[in-house]
């Protein structure tokens, strides 16, 4: 394992579903602080100006027919990375949140792992707040996920995560789309695949468009299918290795994704 060296190429990949108000600043923020990058929208079947705003920043973008949540868009941007060449990628939400700042820091520590976590509770002082049902939910998760990957992990749940191209190509061949799937169970495939994972300490930031959604029914409810997503994705049996599982290259070979920049 090696940190992707100056003459590799790393594609940034943002999910994205109905974010016109903020998908345009994310991309403009990332290209500013982040020069030399290729950033790639995953237009996850949004009704409104996604996909429009997104390539008026400067992002290449793949439009999705239908909504398939955030594993399905996450899936098909692997999928777009190996195709075409890249040698590390970078999941940054559209919404604004993850900073892209700490994109060069996520990059860095590819030098210790296949899949490297922006964690938002690892900072001095747990800048970002969660409590309640949600805050339990993401504490056992991070317990368990912690045991399986040998390393302790406080934020599982988190979104922004960068990964090498060993990591890429399990993501392309079996990244799952169902709820808490794209974080929780990834992370199971990655550790029982062979990759390694660790984390580093970034920011979060508000949403800077939308709003979510919370309430204490809401939180209960998200600590209950946390709990049943994180025994599914034990309980399913998984590849050990790649060479058990799709190729690279028999990924690529089923592949027909429709991406125009």
Same mark, same amino acid.
């Given at each position: 394992?090696?940190?992707?060296?100056?003459?590799?190429?790393?594609?940034?990949?943002?999910?994205?579903?109905?974010?016109?108000? !903020?998908?345009?600043?994310?991309?403009? $923020?990332?290209?500013?602080?982040?020069?030399?990058?290729?950033?790639?929208?995953?237009?996850?079947?949004?009704?409104?100006?996604?996909? $429009?705003?997104?390539?008026?920043?400067?992002?290449?973008?793949?439009?999705?027919?239908?909504?398939? +949540?955030?594993? +399905?868009?996450?899936?098909?941007?692997?999928?777009? %990375?190996?195709?075409?060449?890249?040698?590390?990628?970078?999941?940054?939400?559209?919404?604004?949140?993850?900073?892209?700042?700490?994109?060069?820091?996520?990059?860095?520590?590819?030098?210790?792992?296949?899949?490297?976590? %922006?964690?938002?509770?690892?900072?001095?002082?747990?800048?970002?707040?969660?409590?309640?049902?949600?805050?339990?939910?993401?504490?056992?998760?991070?317990?368990?996920?912690?045991?399986?990957?040998?390393?302790?992990?406080?934020?599982?749940?988190?979104?922004?995560?960068?990964?090498?191209?060993?990591?890429? +190509?399990?993501?392309?061949?079996?990244?799952?789309? $169902?709820?808490?799937?794209?974080?929780? $169970? !990834?992370?199971?495939?990655?550790?029982?695949?062979?990759?390694?994972?660790?984390?580093?300490?970034?920011?979060?930031?508000?949403?800077?468009? +939308?709003?979510?959604?919370?309430?204490?029914?809401?939180?209960?409810?998200?600590?209950?299918?946390?709990?049943?997503?994180?025994?599914?994705?034990?309980?399913?049996?998984?590849?050990?290795?790649?060479?058990?599982?799709?190729?690279?290259?028999?990924?690529?070979?089923?592949?027909?994704?429709?991406?125009?920049?």
């Amino acid at each position: 394992m090696s940190r992707p060296a100056a003459s590799s190429r790393v594609l940034i990949i943002v999910p994205a579903w109905n974010e016109q108000d !903020s998908v345009g600043a994310t991309v403009a $923020e990332i290209r500013a602080t982040n020069p030399g990058l290729d950033v790639l929208v995953i237009d996850d079947g949004s009704a409104d100006a996604t996909a $429009e705003r997104a390539e008026q920043a400067g992002a290449a973008v793949c439009r999705l027919p239908f909504n398939l +949540g955030v594993g +399905g868009a996450m899936r098909a941007g692997y999928r777009y %990375g190996l195709r075409n060449g890249y040698d590390a990628a970078v999941q940054v939400d559209a919404d604004g949140q993850h900073d892209p700042a700490f994109i060069p820091v996520l990059l860095d520590k590819l030098s210790e792992a296949d899949v490297v976590i %922006g964690a938002r509770f690892a900072r001095d002082g747990d800048p970002y707040q969660v409590r309640g049902p949600r805050r339990w939910a993401m504490v056992l998760l991070a317990k368990v996920l912690s045991r399986l990957a040998r390393t302790r992990l406080t934020d599982v749940t988190s979104g922004n995560r960068a990964c090498n191209l060993r990591a890429m +190509g399990v993501f392309a061949a079996h990244y799952p789309a $169902e709820y808490l799937g794209d974080t929780v $169970e !990834s992370l199971v495939i990655a550790t029982r695949m062979g990759c390694t994972v660790t984390q580093v300490p970034v920011d979060m930031r508000p949403r800077a468009a +939308g709003r979510a959604s919370s309430s204490p029914v809401r939180a209960a409810i998200y600590l209950l299918r946390a709990v049943v997503a994180l025994s599914m994705a034990l309980v399913r049996r998984w590849p050990t290795s790649f060479a058990e599982g799709a190729t690279q290259q028999s990924v690529l070979d089923g592949d027909q994704e429709a991406v125009s920049r």
